[in-house]
């Protein structure tokens, strides 16, 4: 049976996803750095008959993730999916472009951009070996269009994406697919304001499990 590795797991899209590509008959290996989201969310998912483990990690330390994923795909047999979309938004994150300092974008740089590199170098020895494999990595549509007050967290989705969009074009013919997705509206069963624009986790994981299969573009935009 095929595993899908979730870092950054929560109960929005996390695990919208993990229900998803488990109800089409993968495992759901969930990867984040607190223990009781993860466990509530193993509960869920257990639920619906969807095999199912959690490793802790976050994703800024790089040894930690990859003992994670190491773990998962030596209790799974494999990862053949990985899909990345840590939660990075915290107030470091939020800051003008002028504001932007060494200081303030390390921590988000090494979550986002050197976390992916870690969770990558991780298993695409083995989904080159194997000759399949598909690599996801979520981001906000700012990784594209960047906002005012996100100057930190953009320039390191930025960072992200071009070098997602790179591997895509580097693994092309190898079997191993890899995709952007950036996500330009809010997550949710409702607006947060009136007018807002939104899809459901269920939607947008649709969304994802449509890219997996089909194969076709370097990037998908949802908006």
């Known amino acids: ?13 996390g695990l919208a996803l993990a229900k998803k590509f488990g109800q089409n008959g993968y495992n759901a290996a969930l990867i984040a750095r607190n223990p009781d989201t993860l466990d509530t969310l193993v509960n869920d998912l257990s ?4 095999n199912v483990a959690r490793f802790v990690a976050d994703t800024s330390d790089q040894a930690a993730l990859t003992a994670a994923l190491t773990a998962a795909r030596t209790h799974f047999g494999s990862i053949d999916v990985l899909e990345f979309s ?24 090494e979550t986002l951009l050197l976390g992916a590199v870690t969770a990558v170098q991780t298993v695409l ?3 080159v070996d194997a000759g399949h494999g598909t690599i996801l990595f ?3 549509s700012g990784s594209i269009n960047p906002v005012p007050f996100f100057g ?4 390191a989705q930025a960072a992200t994406r071009n070098w997602a969009l790179n591997l895509h074009n580097q693994l092309a ?4 697919y890899v995709a952007h997705i950036a996500i330009g509206v809010s997550i949710g069963d409702a607006a947060p304001a009136e007018g807002y624009p939104f899809k459901t986790p269920d939607e947008i994981a649709a969304a994802f499990w449509d890219l997996h299969q089909e194969r076709s573009t370097a990037e998908l935009v949802i908006s």
């Open 1 to 13: 049976m095929p595993t899908i590795a979730i870092i950054g797991a929560g109960p929005g899209l």
């Open 47 to 50: 639920s619906h008959g969807i």
């Open 86 to 109: 840590p939660h990075s938004g915290g107030p470091g994150s939020m800051t003008s472009p002028t504001d932007v300092t060494a200081e303030n974008l390390r921590p988000v740089l």
């Open 125 to 127: 020895p083995g989904m």
């Open 138 to 140: 979520t981001a906000g």
């Open 152 to 155: 930190t967290l953009n320039t």
């Open 173 to 176: 013919g190898s079997g191993v």
